[in-house]
């Protein structure tokens, strides 16, 4: 190749790079949507893993935002947290607190929202995958802080209940963009099952506290 072509042929390649650079910029919105129709097309409902899972709702599409940081700005976190608090649907009888013993083995259990799993059938709420709960576990997730000795160091009463009640229900009710599951406002977890890793937590008898 001569000097002038190879003088072309830069210019060429250069002028792609910059039809692709500004295709890029004005197209972020375009790509995405693009990306999730094809997900649709090709990803299909089996088991508990559903196609309303492509969906992002209020919350998802916040955080993707600001998913570089990880943080929304201070008035838009406040603003999602309360929303996402009104959403909590605490137990009819007032009683937060279930058996520590179900809820030990749902705190085991990584079943859930896959593909190969009955719609009909209990999912677990996999807790130990990112906290550690009890002295005798072999191993246990560090996504999340310790909640060995949560009631223990927390308080026992009815205030903590309703706090974990909630939290277990909706995370995002208290820190925006956390990475743990919404187990009840997906419907993860039954009312029956929260209340049992509530006393998982706040029973005095439960491993968690000895
Ligand atoms: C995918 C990881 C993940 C899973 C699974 C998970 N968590 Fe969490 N959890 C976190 C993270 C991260 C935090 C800290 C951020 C926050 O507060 O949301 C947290 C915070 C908490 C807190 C608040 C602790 C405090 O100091 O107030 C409680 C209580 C809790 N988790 C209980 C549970 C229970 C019970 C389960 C199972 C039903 C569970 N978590 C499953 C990641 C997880």
Request: hydrophobic residues 35%; positive net charge.
């Given at each position: 190749m001569n000097n002038h072509k190879l003088r072309i042929a830069a210019l060429a390649a250069g002028t792609a790079l910059v039809v692709a650079g500004c295709a890029a910029l004005t197209s972020s919105h375009d790509a995405e949507r693009d990306a999730v129709a094809l997900m649709k097309k090709d990803f299909h409902s089996r088991g508990q893993a559903t196609l309303d899972r492509l969906d992002q709702d209020e919350v998802q599409k916040a955080c993707t935002r600001y998913a570089e940081t990880g943080k929304l700005p201070e008035g838009e976190a406040q603003h999602l947290q309360q929303a996402q608090l009104a959403t909590v649907k605490y137990p009819a009888d007032g009683?937060?607190?279930?058996d520590w013993k179900a809820g030990e083995k749902i705190a085991q259990t990584g079943k859930?929202?896959?593909?190969?799993?009955?719609?009909t059938a209990k999912a677990g709420g996999n807790c130990y995958a990112c906290h550690q709960l009890a002295?005798?576990?072999?191993s246990y997730g560090t996504?999340?802080?310790?909640?060995?000795?949560f009631g223990r160091t927390r308080g026992y009463g009815v205030d903590m209940q309703k706090y974990v009640y909630a939290k277990v229900y909706n995370p995002q009710a208290f820190t925006?963009?956390?990475?743990?599951?919404?187990f009840g406002y997906h419907g993860i977890l039954t009312e029956q099952q929260i209340k049992d890793v509530v006393a998982l937590l706040l029973?005095?008898?439960?491993p968690v506290n000895q």
């Amino acid at each position: 190749m001569n000097n002038h072509k190879l003088r072309i042929a830069a210019l060429a390649a250069g002028t792609a790079l910059v039809v692709a650079g500004c295709a890029a910029l004005t197209s972020s919105h375009d790509a995405e949507r693009d990306a999730v129709a094809l997900m649709k097309k090709d990803f299909h409902s089996r088991g508990q893993a559903t196609l309303d899972r492509l969906d992002q709702d209020e919350v998802q599409k916040a955080c993707t935002r600001y998913a570089e940081t990880g943080k929304l700005p201070e008035g838009e976190a406040q603003h999602l947290q309360q929303a996402q608090l009104a959403t909590v649907k605490y137990p009819a009888d007032g009683d937060y607190l279930g058996d520590w013993k179900a809820g030990e083995k749902i705190a085991q259990t990584g079943k859930g929202k896959q593909w190969n799993e009955k719609p009909t059938a209990k999912a677990g709420g996999n807790c130990y995958a990112c906290h550690q709960l009890a002295k005798h576990e072999l191993s246990y997730g560090t996504i999340g802080p310790s909640l060995y000795h949560f009631g223990r160091t927390r308080g026992y009463g009815v205030d903590m209940q309703k706090y974990v009640y909630a939290k277990v229900y909706n995370p995002q009710a208290f820190t925006a963009c956390s990475s743990m599951p919404r187990f009840g406002y997906h419907g993860i977890l039954t009312e029956q099952q929260i209340k049992d890793v509530v006393a998982l937590l706040l029973d005095p008898k439960s491993p968690v506290n000895q």
